[in-house]
């Protein structure tokens, strides 16, 4: 079977996963359209991997789909990439629906939309034309919607999140659609291949608004600073395989949409461009970063740290950007490098993360961390890949999120001294970002598992809380397992990542990483041994316990409360809560969160000098939100209310308007002949 026919064959079974979701009973609709999907994701990944392999792409053209402009897949290498990485995230998502079914995804619609969205996402990155592209991605941006709103009657926050989604969404392809039909005019062609060859030679002002314009459109998919507002809403409302996909998978395609634009399409721009997104990328890290750690909604913290880690690849994208305009493409290619590195080794760990979120509402009915405590003793698997894949998205060795971020610090720091004016001001700034970002990602985390997984139950339903069923364990355990192996042995992916950075940055023919055990950058100082580091660190893990073990003065080890300082009783009001861990740092950025505090006292009712009750609400709005996008709703309204006088429902009236509009539109043609 060709690689060709792979690609077609993927699509056609995830429509018949969508078909089956559709038709089948009740008993059977998840189960068929599951393993249809399975068989989809099987094709593509099989013909990612043949085209990664042979470095050479696939192209299928069809005049019979869509009329006028026709439908035309192109796979290369850098789509491939994206691809694998959808596929990696889409099984196990998939897997843990079956044991979530009953939680949203068991009806019609949703068993249907769900393969739908699936499908979508891993086509997206084989569109060769505008056309193709954009059929694609609006209806990757429509089916997850619809599954954003698959329970929207039962909350008016989930119909809130979907509003948010839906316009934002659609601003941005708006902006997308306004980019490539800006290059396609200019191009004579509408195929990317015929972009590609005419785009170099457009003038600079035209090149920068079409850069500009993806830019907005992409980042607002990505959920970069100030197009993110939709991820804190959406996200935490999907279903939690859906949130999965849409941040471990669909941002990633926003990303995608940049390097395809901005690198393949118009083949580099000038310093400025790249100085853009760089500050885009640090602003997205440090405001994510900040959320997250604030927080008390564990899927709303996860949200937020999906705006932390894109504004990561951004950092990367910007810097590869910028020394690719000052010609030095090995700090280029190695920097690209970091950030696909990043976007994989993020979609494995945050899917792991919003499943494991999934398995907590499930078991306790809460999201918020406020409400938990003990879940590691009673939901002790959950709570344990929670605990690992926590630990991967804080970059700590030997887990994959260390890995990236070491590459990034590398392409910065040998970039800090190319002699470049605007890399002098830049990087220092970007290895800022990047430290504080990671401080903060680890304060969020430590929150997360400490307050969520730790101590004693604050609730009831935390305190009777159990384990969720095998399907959703072994999901989670799937993309726990790629964030162990990819730590410990990073060298799996790189001939993937090499070949679709060597697609994007053509100019490149030099080999970017050493391929061994050890993770060692040609040409340039910095090495790292991820499988000693691994077994360093577990040898001095199992030496401290046998020399504990040998020091140790009595024969079984004394249990007494963690932290319990003496005290006899323990209870959960003797614990933080998420709000007063997140005190100091709200604190420190004060200006930046700007939280709302409620103190509450209440008094008996015989006199007012003894206290019944005190109650206490910090909370913390979106800045941005607050002070860009209120007033532009505000305003949207006010001038609602303007129009809807316009409408009386008077037919004399609207008479009137056709007859004036008329005689505007009559003098207009006199004056103009």
């Not at 306004?178 to 600079?204: D, E, K, N, W, Y």
């Not at 008077?650 to 003098?667: E, F, K, Q, T």
Request: charged fraction near 10%.
């Amino acid at each position: 079977m060709t690689a060709g026919v792979l690609v077609v064959a993927g699509a056609l079974l995830g429509l018949g996963g969508a078909i089956a979701g559709a038709l089948l009973p009740k008993g059977w609709r998840v189960r068929a359209a599951t393993a249809l999907i399975w068989a989809a994701c099987g094709c593509e990944a099989a013909a990612a991997i043949h085209v990664l392999a042979i470095d050479r792409p696939i192209v299928l053209r069809s005049t019979e789909l869509l009329p006028f402009t026709g439908v035309t897949l192109v796979l290369n290498s850098l789509g491939a990439f994206f691809v694998l990485l959808v596929v990696m995230v889409a099984v196990p998502a998939t897997l843990y629906g079956i044991g979530y079914a009953s939680h949203g995804l068991d009806t019609r619609t949703a068993a249907c939309v769900f393969p739908l969205f699936v499908t979508t996402l891993l086509l997206v990155p084989t569109a060769g034309s505008v056309a193709t592209f954009m059929a694609l991605w609006e209806l990757m941006a429509l089916t997850s919607l619809l599954l954003v709103l698959v329970d929207h009657s039962a909350s008016e926050a989930s119909r809130s999140a979907g509003t948010w989604y839906a316009v934002l969404t659609h601003v941005g392809a708006a902006t997308i659609l306004v980019a490539f039909l800006i290059l396609a005019a200019h191009s004579g062609g509408q195929t990317f291949a015929a972009i590609a060859v005419h785009a170099r030679h457009l003038a600079s002002g035209v090149r920068a608004l079409v850069f500009m314009l993806a830019l907005v459109g992409f980042g607002s998919k990505a959920g970069a600073v100030p197009f993110h507002v939709w991820l804190p809403k959406a996200h935490p409302e999907a279903p939690s395989p859906v949130s999965a996909l849409m941040s471990g998978a669909m941002v990633a395609l926003g990303v995608y949409g940049i390097v395809l634009v901005g690198d393949d399409l118009l083949g580099g721009g000038p310093v400025w461009w790249w100085l853009v997104v760089l500050v885009l990328g640090g602003a997205s890290a440090l405001f994510g970063s900040l959320h997250a750690a604030s927080s008390t909604d564990l899927k709303r913290l996860l949200a937020y740290s999906t705006t932390d880690n894109i504004g990561l690849v951004l950092l990367a994208v910007g810097a590869a950007g910028l020394y690719d305009a000052t010609r030095h493409p090995l700090l280029a290619a190695l920097s690209l490098v970091s950030a696909l590195v990043l976007l994989f080794n993020h979609a494995a760990f945050k899917g792991a993360l919003f499943l494991s979120a999934g398995s907590v509402q499930v078991a306790t009915g809460s999201r918020d961390l406020d409400r938990l405590g003990g879940l590691l003793r009673r939901m002790p698997q959950t709570g344990a890949l929670f605990l690992v894949a926590a630990a991967a998205i804080s970059a700590l060795p030997p887990l994959n999120g260390f890995i990236g971020e070491w590459l990034l610090f590398q392409s910065l720091l040998h970039g800090a001294v190319i002699g470049s004016t605007a890399a002098d001001i830049a990087i220092p700034l970007a290895v800022a970002a990047l430290a504080l970002t990671a401080g903060l990602t680890v304060v969020a985390f430590v929150k997360a598992v400490g307050i969520g997984f730790l101590g004693r139950p604050r609730s009831e339903s935390a305190d009777e809380a159990t384990e969720v069923p095998r399907t959703m364990r072994l999901a989670v355990g799937l993309l726990v397992a790629v964030c162990v192996v990819l730590g410990v042995a990073p060298t799996l992916i790189f001939p993937a990542v090499e070949r679709a950075v060597k697609t994007a940055l053509p100019g490149l023919g030099t080999r970017i990483l050493a391929h061994g055990v050890d993770l060692q950058v040609v040409g340039l100082r910095g090495m790292l041994a991820p499988a000693a580091l691994a077994g360093s660190l577990a040898g001095a893990v199992v030496g401290i316990m046998v020399l504990r073990r040998a020091l140790s003065r009595q024969p079984t080890p004394r249990v007494v409360e963690a932290w319990g300082c003496g005290r006899q009783l323990q209870t959960a009001r003797m614990q933080y809560t998420a709000t007063s861990f997140a005190e100091p740092v709200q604190r420190v950025f004060d200006d930046v969160l700007r939280p709302v505090q409620d103190l509450d006292v209440t008094h008996v009712a015989e006199s007012r000098y003894v206290i019944e009750s005190v109650t206490f609400a910090n909370t913390v709005d979106d800045a941005i939100e607050r002070s860009l996008y209120t007033p532009v709703i505000r305003a949207v309204r006010r001038w609602g209310q303007v129009a809807r006088r316009l409408q009386p429902g008077s037919v004399h009236r609207y008479l009137a308007y056709g007859l004036g509009a008329l005689v505007i539109l009559l003098v207009a043609v006199a004056v103009m002949g």
